[in-house]
């Protein structure tokens, strides 16, 4: 059987980061003003949104008026890390076996490899 696989586009990724980055839910018009960089067309903000919605990654946590109308507040539904393990996950080349191998990779890019392992000792001695 086929694994569905997961994963964000790279203009949902930037996204994703405005919203990860924010400290409240925003608008899509806050979006679009976070993301000065971009030339994203109010239509492909539309799919965009409506993908991220889909997948799951993003909710609408309300709505604000916003001259005459009111628009829809959007949040992520997941954190940074939850969309990373959500990768690995979904890899179809990564099993558990895979584990020993990305921990010791991560470790060796830690800056701070003591907290590293406190927090892995922390967690092993919690199961």
């Known amino acids: 059987m086929k694994r569905k696989v997961f994963k964000m586009t790279n203009s949902e990724l930037e996204m994703m980061e405005v919203l990860w980055m924010a400290e409240r ?23 965009m949104l ?10 609408v946590v309300g709505s604000m008026l916003t001259g005459n109308t009111y628009s829809r507040l959007f949040a992520p539904a997941m954190t940074p890390e939850e969309y990373s393990v959500l990768l690995i996950k979904n890899n179809a080349l990564i099993d558990e ?12 890019r830690a800056e701070d490899k ?14």
């Open 97 to 108: 076996a895979s584990i020993k191998t990305i921990i010791e990779d991560f470790y060796e």
């Open 50 to 59: 409506n993908s991220l919605l889909e997948k799951k990654i993003i909710k």
């Open 25 to 47: 839910p925003l608008t899509k018009t806050e979006i679009v003003a976070a993301s000065e960089d971009r030339s994203w067309k109010a239509s492909y903000i539309h799919r």
């Open 114 to 127: 003591e907290r590293i392992k406190n927090d892995l000792r922390d967690f092993l001695n919690s199961l």
